[in-house]
């Protein structure tokens, strides 16, 4: 039989964000919350009802980080655009996959779908404010429905799993850096180079390719979304370091963010981190 699925109460997740220490502004979002059933009351003979044990069940988790692209604030523009479309979007496609039994491939459609209804969003909004022209941004989405976690991914902001003692990326990279370096043109090194910052795939730029991974989730995962300006300064060594010692989300994206800022802080940082801690 399967683990239960975590109770409100043991969820422990935090968001932290930051403009580091050159960027004059913040262009980074992140969004953490959870989808719920929902009961309406229409009509009662009990006097008391707001007494009885009714709660909504948690139909999904979600962790979401968006790192703008483009000068002044068409970049904050376009990642807090694609995160409230994107949270539209997978509301009610969760919700769909939850109640209907929908099969699996029938939702990761919908969440490439939903990546690709925010680009043309932003690309609306850039074509209508003269102001905008040019925006774009990252988005990775992590939602569970348990016990799976689905992995949207567009652009560089990163997706990793800790587990029994191991830091993995789950997301991969799309920037031109990384394609030269999957194609065999490069080695890894060439993630040093300036390419690692030019993006081979954007909500609201000239192209855009959304990826969704799916894999397992247990009790004993921690999630970690951030954007690059965490990446650019810590290593995993060192973020597997602070998920192995943490005593909470909330110190641990405190810590991390420090650690990117020590390392320079020379973009915006952003770092989200979810895990359950059973209580029984």
């Known amino acids: 039989m ?3 699925k975590p109770r409100d109460d043991e969820l422990d997740a935090f968001g932290i964000t930051h403009a580091g220490k050159v960027r004059p502004t913040n262009q980074d979002h992140f969004l953490l919350g959870s989808l719920r059933q929902r009961f309406k009351l229409r009509q009662s003979s009990l006097p008391e ?3 009885l044990p009714i709660v909504e069940d948690r139909v999904a988790s979600i962790i979401m980080v968006a790192d703008g692209v483009g000068g002044g604030q ?3 523009k376009a990642s807090q655009l694609a995160v409230e479309e994107l949270t539209q979007y997978v509301n009610e ?3 769909c996959y939850y109640h209907n039994d929908r099969s699996d491939e029938s939702f990761v459609h919908d969440l490439e779908q939903a990546a690709l209804k925010c680009h043309r969003a932003v690309i609306e909004r850039g074509a209508s404010d003269p102001d905008s022209t040019g925006m774009a941004t990252t988005l990775t989405l992590m939602i569970i429905i348990w016990p799976w976690t689905y992995v ?3 652009g560089d902001s990163r997706y990793y799993e800790y587990k029994n003692g191991a830091l993995t990326q789950i997301s991969h990279d799309q920037t ?3 394609e030269l370096i999957d194609s065999g043109v ?3 090194a060439v993630r040093n180079t300036p390419l690692a ?4 795939s954007s909500i609201g730029g000239s192209q855009t390719a959304p990826v969704v991974t799916r894999v397992p989730t247990a009790w004993n995962t921690v999630h970690l979304l951030c954007s690059d300006g965490l990446t650019k300064h810590v290593t995993d060594e060192k973020i597997a370091e602070r998920l192995r010692t943490m005593t909470s989300a909330r110190q641990a994206c405190e810590q991390l963010l420090q650690d990117a800022l020590d390392g320079g802080g020379t973009d915006n940082i952003t770092v989200c981190i979810g895990r359950a801690v059973k209580k029984d």
């Open 2 to 4: 399967p683990e239960r």
């Open 152 to 154: 949207l991914q567009v």
């Open 93 to 95: 496609s969760a919700r």
């Open 74 to 76: 068409r970049g904050d």
């Open 49 to 51: 009802l707001d007494q």
């Open 186 to 188: 490069f080695a890894a």
């Open 197 to 200: 910052n030019v993006l081979s």
């Open 176 to 178: 031109l850096a990384q």
